[in-house]
């Protein structure tokens, strides 16, 4: 089954400093690959996915991800983080074809210091 | 707003009864997941409806139940409860079914209080 997961359940960053958020996928096909990203007591807000094509994603809110298949990863990232950017981020992964679900993972805590 | 709605927002409830969960999809969207968000098992998928139909299962209790209406809005019915079933569950809707890459857009969720 597929799985994905998300190195460092909590990141703290300063203001201004680049965010890095770490997802490794398991599959031997590359799968279909998500950023979503919850703000306290909101739903699930998709950053950015990754389908077919370009290998580097851009995504909302300045975000961006890249697909290395050679690494198995899907790391997003930020230049510059903000203080809005503080939420609770998901990486997520689905087949190709068959079953739709998304598999997600543990998630990754993003706090930014002032 | 991603255009699916949830209700309730908030419901609290007491071991050992039975809820009932409400999502309206998007306009034009035929199919449904529900998915559980919850301390323990994080975010999980639970059941997933195309157009009426069951389409796939995931880590649903037999306790749980759904089903789509010709409206297609689905409920999630939850029984017997237990204080491990309070959690988050979100409904998420997309255009189809039919394997292809279609993006799911989340509702806001209820969230489940059992006492």
């Known amino acids: 089954a597929q799985s994905v997961t998300q190195l460092g359940s909590h990141v703290s960053v300063s203001e201004g400093a680049l965010v890095l958020l770490r997802c490794n996928y398991s599959?031997?096909?590359?799968?279909?690959l998500f950023w979503y990203v919850q703000y306290p007591n909101q739903g699930l807000q998709l950053l950015l996915k990754y389908t077919t094509g370009a290998t580097l994603v851009k995504g909302i809110n300045g975000f961006e991800a890249e697909f290395k298949k050679s690494e198995t990863s899907f790391h997003l990232t930020k230049p510059s983080a903000h203080m809005s950017d503080a939420a609770e981020y998901f990486c997520?992964?689905?087949?190709?074809?068959?079953?739709?679900?998304?598999?997600f993972g543990t998630g990754t805590r993003l706090t930014i210091i002032p | 707003d991603s255009g699916v709605t949830q209700t309730p927002k908030h419901l609290i409830t007491a071991t050992g009864q039975r809820v009932t969960l409400r999502c309206s999809p998007r306009s034009g969207d035929l199919s449904v997941y529900w998915y559980q968000q919850s301390l323990d098992q994080g975010l999980q998928f639970l059941i997933q409806y195309y157009n009426g139909e069951e389409r796939a299962k995931g880590n649903i209790l037999e306790r749980f139940s759904a089903q789509q209406f010709p409206d297609l809005h689905s409920e999630l019915n939850l029984s017997s409860l237990e204080l491990g079933d309070s959690a988050l569950y979100f409904c998420a809707s997309s255009v189809g079914g039919g394997g292809y890459y279609n993006e799911q857009f989340f509702g806001p969720g209820t969230r489940l209080t059992v006492l």
């Open positions: 599959s031997s096909v590359p799968p279909y």
């Open positions: 997520a992964v689905r087949d190709l074809f068959g079953n739709e679900k998304l598999t």
